[in-house]
């Protein structure tokens, strides 16, 4: 089977073209999944107080709605328990309040008091927000009983970022009927075009007792702003002068104990965000801080390629939806902010200077950056530019560019210009789902010859419930070099098929099973396989209380054009290798005091055997109290030598209340021989408001946490505070 796929790339362009055959079809004008879902919301010059209790007059005159339905685990069933939501509106805020009923109040799930910490385990209700009522991007806000907030932006029709943070306000209130919530949230924190008075608009309530999610309008057991209904009437939007303005000081200080170095400084920092209009926003940028950014989680790679990590600064997430590009996650990605201001190790470069306008403005997507970044380790001071401007097209596509200056890690010239066309389509016979993209990029670096493009094409139908599938084909040529973009694999041709079956069985006490498997090939442009790869999901089976099983089996084929160093001392040589194994999997259902996960791996790797099993454990008591513990082991025999690698991080989360957070982490791998300690206290009065006291301390490790020998300290203490006009 393996071998037939490497020459199947005339068949994957084939069943795209069988498969994209709907096309035609789709509606060119705008139109929801659920038309019928309209609300039309009410003006208020009195607004509410954001308290958690709904006693405010005003929202006995608010338009309401209770229609909700389950999407998970029966699709469009009767939700287990009520919910009623109120809508309002001034010239500065959106103002949404929710009454969530409950049969059983001190059942309510509560754990989390972290803001902006995750909420999957609590019960929550959620808004998600379509200003621009483009089936295409918007805004999730959710909060859970304790008033702990998080928020997340869309940058494709499905994939939500959680790394963004905006300024909105809410509180909740539990009571003898279930639990209340209000939101506001300021018209200074979206894009929107104030010409359009409808916006899409849902609604998503979690009852994690009963692993329940219940939604005004959702398709597909999915919600996003494709799977929206419509809230109208709303007209005579401002948001005031446009601009927030945020200084920032940051004390800093660091020590290196073996050559005794130390220093410390007192540094400002400012940005500034203008609204040049509601939907088109600038940012500049002085001085640029990210001390109070989380550290990467550690990872052990065994693999000949890079690893890829996401970004997690707030400067670069501000918007991140207008630069994504043709779908791409990791290889070939034209722009990844993370090359901007880190080194090749991940070591800070200082940014003097950074812009950046996004926006919407009609059927257009806007998006520019340009960083001036400070000289590091033999590269230059550099400018780095990157534009994208794409355009909606059809009910849910889009078709754009994007073009890229400079290299942040050499003083060669790099250019890059790319286009895209995404596919969407909702409206499908059968209430089925259709996306793809195809997409070019050229790449141009000074002093290179030879070929210097990519390109790809995908088509997906990711349905949920029965069948779903995906084909696939990209190239990278040899000398593609995105420069301020990701690629860990050239001079190749990726090609991959997916097919899987979801059902839900009418079962006492299994929810969901699942069953899949996906053949991926990397094919050398010189001529000869790279890399093969057969994936099968046997079984993965949910239960109705939210553990999870699944069995895989996993065959690879990997050729060696020059020695492989998978660990230090250990060589795999030239060479064609096969190796399977099976795969054990288990989780706990994350809503429980103590969430246990395992993972279990045997068979072959390369020419050896491996044995990798990894553990983790979440504990929960209290909502004051978040415990996790992570470890990861493998035991790999080859004929060139004997080794194990191990990977534990422990995580330690206090919060005193929704305002104050002490969040720690400990992190050690053998391949390093180090220890990370990362731990922040963060003060978070209000929305805009933040004070970071962050320690960092590494340690050389001998073995595991023993032998414990400083290297480096560095500490941090950070205030920002927006000012809004």
Not at 278 to 306: A, H, K, Q, W, Y
Not at 470 to 485: I, T
Not at 618 to 623: A, G, I
Not at 661 to 684: K, P, T
Request: with cysteine; aromatic share 12%.
């Amino acid at each position: 089977m393996l071998l037939a796929y490497r020459h199947s790339t005339a068949c994957l362009i084939v069943m795209t073209l069988a498969f994209a055959a709907p096309l035609c079809a789709q509606e060119t004008a705008s139109s929801r999944i659920s038309a019928d879902k309209i609300l039309a919301v009410a003006r208020t010059g009195t607004p509410p107080v954001i308290d958690g209790v709904l006693d405010d007059a005003v929202w006995a005159t608010a338009p309401s709605m209770d229609d909700m339905h389950q999407f998970e685990p029966v699709d469009h069933g009767e939700p287990s328990e009520r919910t009623e939501v109120w809508i309002l509106y001034d010239s500065d805020s959106l103002y949404v309040a929710a009454r969530m009923w409950d049969s059983e109040p001190d059942q309510i799930r509560a754990r989390q008091m972290v803001q902006h910490g995750t909420l999957r385990w609590d019960d929550s209700i959620g808004i998600y927000l379509d200003p621009f009522n483009n089936n295409r991007t918007g805004y999730n806000f959710q909060v859970n009983p304790n008033s702990s907030r998080e928020d997340g932006v869309f940058e494709t029709p499905t994939r939500l970022n959680r790394d963004w943070e905006g300024i909105w306000f809410a509180e909740a209130n539990v009571d003898e009927n279930g639990w209340t919530a209000e939101f506001e949230i300021p018209f200074k924190t979206l894009n929107f075009n104030p010409d359009n008075s409808d916006w899409g608009f849902t609604v998503e309530r979690t009852i994690a007792r009963h692993q329940e999610d219940i939604a005004w309008v959702s398709f597909n057991r999915e919600v996003n702003p494709g799977t929206t209904g419509t809230i109208t009437g709303l007209t005579g939007l401002r948001q005031g002068r446009g601009l927030d303005i945020i200084p920032t000081v940051v004390m800093s200080g660091s020590r290196s104990y073996d050559s005794g170095a130390s220093n410390s400084a007192t540094e400002p920092a400012l940005d500034v965000f203008y609204n040049f209009t509601p939907s088109l926003s600038g940012v500049l940028t002085m001085n640029t801080d990210f001390s109070s950014t989380e550290v990467d989680d550690r990872r052990i790679n065994l693999t000949r390629f890079s690893l890829f990590f996401p970004e997690k600064r707030d400067f670069f997430l501000q918007d991140v939806d207008i630069f994504s590009f043709g779908g791409l996650r990791r290889n070939g990605i034209p722009f990844h902010s993370r090359r901007i201001g880190l080194g090749r190790r991940g070591q800070p470069v200082d940014l003097d200077l950074g812009a950046k306008v996004t926006g919407r403005v009609g059927r257009w997507n806007i998006g520019v950056l340009d960083i001036q970044q400070d000289e590091f380790q033999g590269v230059d001071s550099t400018n780095l530019f990157v534009g994208r401007l794409s355009a909606n097209v059809l009910a849910e596509s889009s078709v754009g560019m994007i073009v890229t200056n400079g290299d942040p890690r050499s003083n060669l010239d790099n250019s890059l210009f790319g286009m895209d066309f995404r596919y969407r389509n909702t409206r499908l016979p059968g209430g089925r789902t259709l996306e793809g993209e195809a997409w070019y990029q050229q790449s141009d670096t000074q002093g290179t010859v030879g070929d210097q493009s990519a390109w790809g094409l995908r088509l997906s139908a990711p349905n949920s419930t029965g069948l779903r599938g995906e084909v696939a084909v990209e190239q990278f040529d040899e000398q593609f070099n995105p420069a301020l973009g990701f690629v860990n694999r050239r001079g190749i041709q990726r090609s991959e098929v997916q097919v899987g079956y979801a059902s839900y069985p009418n079962h006492p006490w299994i929810r969901t099973l699942t069953h899949g498997a996906s053949v991926e090939s990397f094919d050398r442009l010189s001529g000869g396989l790279e890399s093969e790869r057969l994936f099968a999901e046997l079984l993965e089976l949910e239960t109705r209380s939210g553990d999870e099983f699944s069995l895989n089996f996993n065959h690879r084929r990997e050729v060696l054009f020059e020695d492989f160093e998978v660990v230090d001392g250990t060589v795999i040589p030239v060479g064609d290798y096969e190796y399977s194994g099976f795969q054990v999997q288990i989780s706990g259902a994350s809503e429980r005091v103590l969430a246990p996960g395992f993972d279990y791996y045997k068979g072959e790797f390369f020419n050896g055997d491996r044995v990798e099993m990894s553990a983790e454990l979440e504990w929960r008591p209290n909502r004051r109290l978040n415990m996790g513990l992570e470890y990861e082991y493998n035991d790999i025999e080859l004929p060139g030598g004997h080794f194990v690698t191990r990977l534990m991080a422990v995580t330690a989360n206090v919060a005193f209340n929704v305002r104050w957070s002490w969040l720690n982490l400990v992190q050690y791998d053998n391949e390093s021989e180090s220890v990370g300690i990362n731990s922040r206290l963060r003060w978070n009065p209000r929305a805009g408001q933040d004070l970071y006291i962050v320690i960092n301390h590494g340690y050389s490790a001998e073995e595991s946490f023993s032998r414990l020998r400083s290297e480096q300290s560095q500490y941090a203490v950070k205030y920002a505070h927006t000012f809004r006009f």
